[in-house]
Nanobody, 124 residues
Framework: VELTESGGGEVQTGGSLRLSCKAS????????MGWFRRAAGKEYEGVATIDSHGTTYADSVKDRFTISQDNAKNTMYLEMNELKPDDSAMYYC????????????????????WGQGTQVNVSS
């Protein structure tokens, strides 16, 4: 499966952005889909995951970000509200066969398919 992100940009603190991740290829299989981010000089951080059973969020984005998917469009979204400078990073979508873990974010090392990333910058 191929993944293509879009929707990044620059916003001020408190602003909003919506990221999209379009999937193509073998989209009929069952996947755990997720959003990850990597700030300059830092490790990858899980943001949110979604599968047919539900969603999971990192504590740092809970109640501010919403992950969703439109199966008819083969597209996953990340609605980001109340953005903070600490949210600035390259955001990646990822997919792995099977289901997400539910209680906690499926680790970044378990994902096989990755998009190219979209940059989000939040200015203070």
């Amino acid at each position: 499966v191929e993944l293509t992100e879009s929707g990044g940009g620059e916003v001020q603190t408190g602003g909003s952005l919506r990221l999209s991740c379009k999937a193509s290829g073998d989209t009929e299989a069952t996947y755990c889909m997720g959003w990850f981010r990597r700030a300059a000089g830092k490790e990858y951080e899980g943001v949110a995951t979604i599968d047919s059973h539900g969603t999971t969020y990192a504590d740092s984005v809970k109640d501010r970000f919403t992950i969703s998917q439109d199966n008819a469009k083969n597209t996953m979204y990340l609605e980001m509200n109340e953005l903070k400078p600490d949210d600035s990073a390259m955001y990646y979508c990822a997919a792995e066969g099977g289901y997400c873990y539910g209680d906690f974010l499926r680790p970044v090392r378990e994902y096989t398919y990755w998009g190219q990333g979209t940059q989000v910058n939040v200015s203070s």
